[in-house]
């Protein structure tokens, strides 16, 4: 009886690992590339240091200090990379697969990315809000600054047909040129796209390069250890001494 109730619990043990393992492969976004000074992950209200390797999870909230700066290569390939004294949620990421989309939510801050897979499987799929509104990067290499009292939204490059579209409740308008940026104003105007100054881009941070990490493998139990069998001693033999 005592056997039966032992084996029942690991059972249950192990249908837990399998389950909480699963949730977190569906969750999984992508890893840290890179972070430099300040930098955290905040995931079910705990604050994780944004170390290389780091798994990235859908509703984590990436914030970096006045000198921090965190670079992240999603399983899509879309990279990113916010720049100091910014704060970022990733709302929802959802790859591969016809229905794959991707929302961050910029709450303040410097960021700054590249389109990758997601794109090519659903268009519509890539977008960003701010406190003033909503991007759709359609294939893209744009960034955002977001500001107490205005935004600013713009292309560095935009591949052929690809467009930056801006929208808030009062105005929309379209980026479709690679170099040009938009300011977005508390009221909800969207001002006309003009050439990026070479001040803001200066202040451009850079883009990861490398690979993401792998999506976590469901749980698997280990392989039973095989333990070589001691060979037999052989038979001591004693030395023939001839005098």
Request: proline content about 9%; overall charge positive.
């Amino acid at each position: 009886m005592q056997t039966l109730v032992i084996r029942a619990a690991l059972l249950v043990l192990f249908l837990l690992s399998l389950d909480a393992v699963s949730m977190a492969a569906d969750n999984f976004a992508g890893t840290v590339k890179e972070s430099k000074g300040l930098a955290t992950i905040t995931r079910t209200g705990k604050d994780i240091p944004a170390k290389t390797g780091l798994d990235i999870m859908k509703n984590d909230v990436l914030t970096t200090g006045e000198n921090g700066w965190l670079a992240v290569i999603f399983e899509d390939k879309s990279r990113l990379v916010l720049g100091a004294s910014s704060k970022m949620r990733i709302e929802q990421y959802l790859y591969p697969g016809k229905e794959s989309g991707l929302l961050f939510d910029l709450s303040k801050g410097f960021f700054r990315t590249v389109t990758g897979k997601i794109v090519e499987a659903n268009p519509e799929g890539f977008n960003m809000r701010t406190p003033l509104a909503i991007v759709g990067i359609r294939g893209s290499d744009v960034f955002a600054h977001v500001e107490s009292e205005r935004n600013r939204v713009g292309a560095v490059s935009l591949g052929q047909g690809h467009v930056l579209r801006l929208t808030t409740d009062e105005d929309s308008r379209n980026i479709d040129k690679g170099g040009l940026y938009s300011r977005i104003g508390p009221d909800g105007s969207i001002s006309e796209p003009k050439p990026i100054p070479a001040l803001l881009k200066d202040k451009l941070p850079p883009l990861p390069e490398g690979e993401t990490g792998q999506r976590p493998a469901l749980f698997l139990p280990p392989e039973p250890r095989v333990v070589p069998p001691v060979p037999k001693p052989k038979p001591r033999v004693r030395p023939n001494f001839q005098y």
